[in-house]
């Protein structure tokens, strides 16, 4: 008698089929409205209460809208093996999207394997590691939510051993820490580069066009290139790091080429309907020493050139290049950036980040005409509800997940 997988060899029974199947099978409760959409006021007598403030009003760029303008930024967890996403970042990005978050940001996902911070980054360097990724981005859309995918490479900050478990040194890839120029390492904890050579750019440009390929067939609403941070493509923006005497170094220009060239080719690799965002450091914060430094002025100047490569969004940190920095940290402290950017460059929509911690600091910024999209990143981690928080604060009833709105939508207790 041939076996058919049965457990009597017999055709199998209603339930082993159903057992057979189940672990296969992703089932998603239908819903309507996108968890975090403005409902109403919840006491219609306060002032303003007539309309949804502009952090509960929907945004859109190009085929991507969003249903508030609260993103979640990028946050390294290091949680990965050999670049795989497991059921750690569905469950750390999935409680985003149940938290009404309009745009969710997956962490710096490295387009090479040398290009990893540490061992334990996430990766996106083989079509392996799509089937991983499309499963967060399915159980987010699942849930109303939209999502993107932040793409890095680490250049001479990579290499680091995992932050949370002993690493065997032949873990590493010390032969493989690339940057601008060799030699110039950011501190003692790092490694020492060599120079990323003319023959190997291209690679470096191809592998961020083909990470934009997986991504997309992911079903990645967005892409965000990371040139902030003191990561390869800040490396090369910047004077203090980028000292090469090729096309790729002296002038602004030459600098800021190799992240054109980059832009151009996620660009050619991804639907022209879906963004493309850039994050950026807006200074490298050594104002105190004594040479020249990537500043305000020069990201302003390079805003232009990114929107005119293609670019839509430009997410404006700060600092991460020079270890010699100096951070002044407080409520909004990076907004000014975001609002010379803003208003010196049209075209471009800009997201503020850094130290946003409440719906009605968010708001001012919005209504300052600082920004047009507000992301948070430590906020999140310490309330997965801040949207509904910040609801709170702005008077907002929101809509919740199908789930929770038949408990929440009318509570007295709100």
């Known amino acids: 008698m ?16 159903l057992a057979l199947r189940a672990p296969e099978e992703q089932f998603f409760v239908e819903q309507p409205i996108a968890p975090g959409t403005y409902v109403s006021a919840v006491d219609e007598t306060l002032p303003g209460a007539d309309k949804a403030p502009l952090l509960f009003q929907p945004f859109s760029i190009k085929n991507l809208t969003i249903q508030n303008r609260v993103v979640v930024a990028p946050m390294c967890q290091f949680s990965s093996k050999d670049g795989f996403m497991g ?15 309009g745009l969710i940001l997956i962490e710096a996902t490295a387009v ?16 392996a590691h799509i089937p991983g990724i499309k499963r967060v981005i399915d159980f987010v859309h699942g849930h109303g939510g939209k999502i993107g995918i932040q793409l890095g490479h680490a250049g001479r900050k990579s290499s680091l051993p995992s932050f949370y478990r002993k690493v065997d040194p032949s873990e590493l890839w010390l032969d493989e820490v690339v940057g601008p120029v060799g030699g110039d390492r950011y501190d003692q904890t790092h490694h020492v580069p060599r120079e990323l050579t003319l023959d190997e750019i291209p690679e470096v440009i191809k592998a961020f066009g083909a990470a934009a ?9 967005t892409i965000e290139i990371h040139s902030a941070h003191g990561y390869l493509l800040h490396q090369f923006l910047s004077p203090v790091t980028n000292k090469r005497t090729d096309q790729y170094g002296g002038s602004l220009e030459n600098r800021a080429r190799l992240l054109l060239e980059v832009i151009a080719e996620v660009r050619k690799n991804f639907p022209a309907e879906k963004p493309i965002f850039v994050r950026v450091s807006a200074s490298d914060n050594v104002e105190h020493l004594d040479y020249p430094s990537w500043d305000i002025e020069e990201t302003v100047q390079a805003a232009k050139l990114i929107r005119d490569a293609g670019a839509d969004v430009l997410h404006i940190s700060s600092g991460g290049n020079v270890a010699e920095q100096k951070i002044q ?4 402290y990076q907004v000014p950036f975001a609002e010379r950017v803003k208003k010196e460059v049209p075209g471009l929509t800009v997201i503020a980040v850094g130290v946003i911690t409440g719906g009605k600091q968010a708001e001012e910024i919005l209504q300052e005409g600082k920004a047009d999209l507000v992301a948070v990143a430590r906020g999140f981690l310490r309330n997965p509800s801040f949207v509904y928080n910040a609801a709170k604060e702005l008077n907002v009833r929101p809509r919740y997940i199908s789930q929770y709105n038949m408990f929440l939508a009318k509570s007295p207790f709100y």
């Open 2 to 17: 041939p076996n058919d997988g049965s457990s009597n060899g017999f055709a199998p029974t209603k339930n082993e089929t």
């Open 87 to 101: 059921d750690y970042h569905l469950v750390h990005l999935g409680q985003f999207a149940l938290g009404g978050a």
């Open 112 to 127: 090479e394997a040398r290009g990893r911070i540490s061992t334990d980054d996430t990766g996106i360097w083989d079509d």
């Open 213 to 221: 390929r997986r991504a997309n067939e992911a079903g990645a609403d």
């Open 329 to 332: 940290y407080a409520y909004s």
